[in-house]
């Protein structure tokens, strides 16, 4: 932000003009600014200042005047298996190795094809900008479908590069995985939108030698390591059997402790594990709905928070949450972090928004580009409507976003400059061809 | 519902016929319906019976046919302070004690008169009916300015004679409140849709004395008894310093325990308790966002479904929520159930289902009234769209409704047969009543 002084005499072209009743930059934290504007030029932000400065400083090609909105930095998805939205509420009220067992493996195996990644991504990403995500950390087959459809939307991706030591439609063996992942990443290059992180499944499903094989190729690229991680009990009395060791406990010996690493779910944590994250930088992706919905138990937020231990949030796939909502995950996390620890000041409002934007995008090695307002970084974007009826009266924009409103009150959103929904609707595809998609493989899956 | 055999030769005249992709009846349990249509015949269900038997046995006035959504009964929010939605978002991330002492008793001392309750129940009274609810079962001041609100807007309300040992704007001592709840349930006897409890606060603000009142009446009168119990440890403690017994002992000790007690809340509850209030049939309103935000803890759902002890589903008031919705509660209550007790087979979504309608019926002693499909029931009923795009596909209708869809997706609300929300709005206000009413009590209560 600008000091309020010399206003250049010659106006700024810029692209953008955002003008709200609210801005939450996020960065600096806990702040809430009114009369303010947001000014974007090309894909990135400008300048955040008052607004009366706002308009001397700058000629914007096109202003948007949000009254009664709030304008905030796009939300992260930090976990999800977009493809999945195609089996949302396929199984229900099961635990995780029944549901993946019985259930979801038997239809992946069944239908998991590049047609039906690139059907299940286009569904998701449409529902994920509609609520105000900018940007999603994928885990799935087939990614290069997966990069299509987010394409298409115009969403960031972080898209993994998956491994699991059993075959599929999409890959022989952990050297295949590896391999055909590469080489998609080597041909996204030029994506300013698509990144890439490594992705072994679990422990439960990844060997040592696959592990190591990953851990080094880490340091090499420079890019995340998103695997499952202590999600369950099960698994990590399997590891015990198996190793010796609890699973965070063989992954250091493996070499993939470190400021690369995200550990999804993260449900079942001895304090000395949560240290052991927080000294080695470690990331968590937080995932209270899924957690919640397989039976896994509750994450120890409360102590993740008091650690320093960053986190974010994310949605899982849509067959165990069963919606890709930030604002679920939102609301679930603030609440269940104070209701888990008897604590109501744990997790506030603020605290949540800075974990679905900038703990997603440190996490992701992103947070010089986005997560935060600062200028500089690109201009991924949300508004969300705080003055419709039902949600009245408003006191405090930063606890209306977490603890009232939902995606429906989400009226744009914005990547890297760009409208990528507005009305309700994505800009990029219409809301028959999305419907005519879903049809489609409900019927396959039922038939 | 019929046999399909012997149509009446006279088709038999009926007000209206709703023809919906799905219905969920209730009772019996767990079952969904296609290619049903329910009959109401002034304010009662007469029939539910198959599509084209209903088109020849019937001659109705109107007809609505809800391709793409599911019908089921009205829900039942079973606590909350509907006034309180004028504090919405008032104070947050505050644990009980001082939410209620810093923040929200002085806030009501100022300003809790008969203007503030006829206003914040319009309020609540417009955004429940939005999200399907048809019943709410209410706790506060000056009962007569809810009536009225409630219904303006059209809905079945148990309000509460509440009681409390200290003085407010409303009453001066215990003697004074029950005299007065009990005045205005005289003047209100010839409201079809209204009744009333006994509502005493909670253990910590009633004394012994007024609760023997309170069960001789409640015997008397045969209404329920509406209490907070068990929701913090701190409530615990105190009453053990103070009376030597936890809370539920005390109130058995004092005659309140049986089939006319709904224990509010009921977070922190022993094995034994459970069991007792299992066996002297009392009821149990759970509020799981309430409960979380306020750092109370987490109800030992899994046990108390086990038990057989009965339980529905409340919002609680709009100041620790931060919203009076039951979708939320649903989605809440399922998957809170499940990671608690790491069994995601607890609380599935029929058995959801049932909670937040039969099951809080149930607790109001309304049940022969409310809470299923039941030819001779009263026609509280809503519709809720499946057919959206952002929520495709869906194999089920019972999961989506708790996993997936949300208050937005709710088309129409009826109660005893009348229309009461359509298209999103209310059909007895206009929305620039309901902002307006909003924004002069946002002035009044910031200024």
Same mark, same amino acid.
């Given at each position: 932000m600008k000091p309020p002084s010399a206003p250049a005499a010659v106006p700024e072209d810029i692209d953008l003009l955002i003008r709200p009743e609210?801005?939450?930059?996020i960065e600096p934290a806990g702040v809430t600014l009114s009369g303010h504007a947001l000014a974007v030029r090309g894909e990135r932000i400008v300048a955040l200042l008052p607004d009366e400065e706002a308009l001397q400083r700058f000629r914007p090609q096109q202003t948007v005047d949000l009254p009664g909105q709030v304008l905030l930095p796009g939300l992260v998805n930090?976990?999800?298996?977009?493809?999945m939205s195609l089996l949302r509420?396929?199984? #229900? =009220?099961?635990p995780l190795m029944r549901w993946l067992g019985e259930r979801i493996w038997p239809a992946e195996s069944r239908h998991a094809g590049p047609d039906f990644v690139r059907a299940g991504t286009l569904l998701a990403c449409a529902e994920m900008v509609r609520g105000g995500i900018t940007t999603f950390n994928d885990m799935y087959f087939f990614p290069d479908a997966a990069a299509e459809a987010a394409r298409r939307i115009g969403m960031r991706a972080v898209l993994g590069i998956v491994v699991i030591e059993f075959p599929t439609r999409y890959a022989a063996d952990a050297d295949d995985y590896l391999a055909k992942g590469l080489a998609i990443r080597d041909a996204s290059? #030029? =994506?300013?939108l698509l990144s890439f992180c490594l992705a072994p499944h679990a422990p439960y499903t990844v060997a040592d030698k696959t592990f190591r094989t990953i851990a080094t190729l880490a340091g090499q690229l420079e890019i995340p390591v998103h695997v499952h991680l202590h999600e369950t009990s099960h698994e990590i009395e399997e590891s015990l059997k198996?190793?010796?060791?609890r699973p965070i406990e063989r992954l250091r010996r493996l070499g993939?402790?470190?400021?690369?690493?995200i550990a999804v779910h993260a449900v079942h944590l001895e304090a000395t594990e949560i240290d052991l994250l927080a000294r080695e930088a470690c990331h968590v992706a937080h995932c209270p709905s899924s957690n919640l919905k397989l039976g896994s138990g509750i994450a120890p937020m409360s102590a993740i928070q008091s650690r320093g231990l960053n986190f974010g949030l994310g949605t899982d796939g849509a067959a165990s949450n069963?919606?890709?909502?930030l604002f679920h995950e939102m609301r679930h996390a603030a609440l269940l972090a104070k209701g888990a620890s008897q604590d109501?000041?744990?997790?506030d409002a603020h605290r949540t928004l800075e974990a679905a934007t900038l703990g997603g995008a440190r996490a992701l090695g992103l947070d010089r580009r986005i997560g935060?307002?600062?200028?500089?970084?690109?201009?991924?974007l949300c508004a969300v409507r705080l003055?419709?009826?039902?949600?009245?009266?408003?006191?405090d924009p930063a606890s209306h976003l977490v603890y009232v409103a939902g995606r429906?009150?989400?009226?744009h959103t914005w990547v890297e400059g760009k409208l990528v929904m507005s009305n309700g609707v994505p800009?990029?595809?219409?809301i028959s061809e999305l419907l005519d998609v879903a049809g489609l493989w409900h019927t396959r899956l039922t038939s």
């Open positions: 609210w801005i939450i930059p930090l976990h999800t298996h977009a493809a509420g396929y199984a #229900d =009220d099961l290059k #030029d =994506d300013p198996q190793h010796g060791v993939l402790l470190g400021p690369q690493l069963n919606r890709l909502d109501a000041e744990v997790l935060s307002l600062l200028p500089g970084k690109a201009a991924d003055d419709e009826w039902l949600i009245q009266p408003c006191f429906e009150q989400v009226t800009a990029q595809i219409s």
